[in-house]
């Protein structure tokens, strides 16, 4: 007689508001499974997995483990039913030790928590699956990857034997990438499951053995992860019409569109840069690799006159500053898209129509003499809605019901309106599916077409390798090495990364 899944979900429904945001999902998990879990931005794959984890409650449909069914009201009845989730946004304490983070939320002896327990507990988990961290090392000196890490070792710890991975990938090296698939197939070794949510398609083609795709709130297709299986064919199962990569065609370098040279910040909270020289220019997409937390975000910060340097030199167009004003900047003709669209690029809270013309409010062509012009306002807005295809009731709507890829589509749509010389794009696709992403990346190749220069800052490197010209490796506020894209390979980049250069 077969054994039941490990994991049924049956008719799940959820509503919010007028959004039906899952609609009689089914979703079965075997023993041995990795699950990849793809769907556009919206498609209700968070929600699902939410609703397994005990973040909402489910308006409708029924979940079993093991055959039995399972009342599942908050992540610690998910725990208890074995079910463990690592977001993408990690629970860890920074100023504690390893060992401590893991006995965070665990009973001890008495008053005491058990040490030993714990302690024998990670050595398990590493000699079960290779996952091993120091158990005495502070939290807040482990890498991006090593901090999932422990995050994955609390889960198992805890008796987790489904596992739920959301865009796991997303800040992490290719080699350590590889590493946690190393990890991942073990635990299906020994029939655990695992459901691994990424946009990125060719990680879901490396290590799931199947995929469900989500459309709109349901399950619109399923497939075991064969040799049949494509990113071409998956993502046209993700859009419902087929994708074709953006057109890269080769083009002639023109002026200098920015010089950068000893750049150097003071340390303190934020890591500093420490004698970053860098050249951009016209017809040319410099993408800048790293780590998230080695100065990527900080180089824009400088660049964009949100930051003060505190040696070195910035030049854009031909105009040397020192320290300027972001308001200095976008008379040069800059144009930025930041990491943070919710909190830095947009304000929620207005009207699309308003931040659509938020970096430019004080121009004529929008106020006088500190009166809003409405309907010249609403009328650009409109025409970017229309040419950006942003998915909008109106102008007027307020910003923070779009999703995330209109988000992003309403940003890219108002700092390119202006035409500008030079754009910083910070992760400008992050979270985004494939038909956002490549709405993206075909805007920026247009800009780069009409002599515009592009910083293309993500941790995407298949991003990166897609649409830079040049690759600009940082590590602990360093330029460890500058390749033409012709001589760059995820395994040099991943290395630089790392801060292994080449001839060590």
Not at 131 to 154: H, S, Y
Not at 371 to 386: P, S, V
């Amino acid at each position: 007689m077969e054994s039941p899944p490990l994991l049924e979900m049956r008719g799940i429904a959820k509503r919010f508001g007028d959004v039906q945001a899952n609609d009689g999902v089914d979703l079965t998990l075997k023993c041995g499974d990795i699950l990849g879990l793809l769907g556009e931005n919206g498609a209700g794959k968070t929600t699902l997995m939410n609703i397994l984890f005990g973040v909402y409650a489910a308006d409708a449909g029924r979940i079993a483990i093991d055959g039995r069914s399972a009342l599942i009201r908050n992540s610690a009845d998910a725990l208890a039913h074995g079910v463990g989730m690592v977001h993408q946004h990690f629970h860890l304490v920074p100023r504690l030790t390893v060992l401590e983070n893991l006995m965070v939320g665990q009973s001890g002896r008495g008053l005491r928590l058990d040490r030993s327990f714990a302690l024998g507990r990670m050595r398990e988990i590493e000699g079960s699956f290779g996952l091993c961290l120091p158990p005495d090392a502070r939290v807040g000196d482990l890498t991006i990857g090593e901090q999932q890490r422990l995050e994955i070792i609390k889960a198992l710890a805890r008796g987790a034997r489904i596992l739920i991975l959301d865009e796991p990938t997303a800040a992490l090296t290719p080699q350590e990438a590889e590493g946690l698939f190393i990890a991942l197939r073990a635990m299906a070794d020994q029939r655990m499951g695992v459901i691994f949510i990424s946009h990125k398609l060719h990680e879901i083609l490396a290590v799931t053995t199947r995929v469900v795709i989500m459309q709109q709130g349901r399950v619109v297709a399923e497939t075991v992860n064969d040799d049949t299986v494509s990113k071409k064919r998956l993502a046209e199962l993700m859009t419902g019409h087929e994708i074709t990569p953006p057109g890269k065609v080769a083009t002639v370098p023109g002026r200098v569109r920015l010089r950068i040279e000893n750049l150097q910040t003071r340390g303190g909270v934020r890591p500093s840069l420490k004698g970053v020289c860098l050249e951009v220019r016209g017809g040319e997409i410099l993408g800048i690799a790293g780590v998230s937390g080695n100065g990527q975000a900080e180089l824009a910060d400088v660049i964009a006159g949100v930051l003060p340097a505190s040696d070195g030199t910035v030049e854009v167009n031909g105009t040397t500053v020192s320290r300027f004003t972001p308001r200095e900047v976008q008379a040069l003709e800059v144009g930025r898209i930041p990491e943070d669209r919710m909190g830095t690029g947009l304000i929620t809270s207005l009207p699309l129509c308003s931040c659509m013309v938020l970096s430019r409010i004080r121009e004529r062509r929008f106020s006088r003499w500190g009166f809003l012009k409405h309907r010249a306002i609403g009328r650009f807005a409109d025409q970017q809605i229309r040419s950006f295809g942003i998915k909008a009731a109106g102008s007027h709507v307020r910003t923070g019901t779009l999703s995330g890829g209109n988000l992003q589509k309403a940003l890219l749509a108002r700092e390119l309106a202006w035409e500008p010389t030079l754009l910083l794009a910070a992760q400008p696709t992050r979270g985004l599916d494939v038909a956002a992403a490549r709405f993206v990346h075909q805007r920026f190749l247009d800009l780069r077409g009409r002599d515009g220069a592009i910083v293309l800052i993500s941790e995407d490197l298949e991003e990166i390798f897609a649409l830079s010209d040049r690759i600009a490796v940082m590590f602990e506020g360093r330029i460890m090495d500058v390749l033409d894209i012709q001589a760059a390979t995820v395994a040099r980049v991943g290395l630089l990364m790392a801060g292994v250069r080449e001839a060590a």
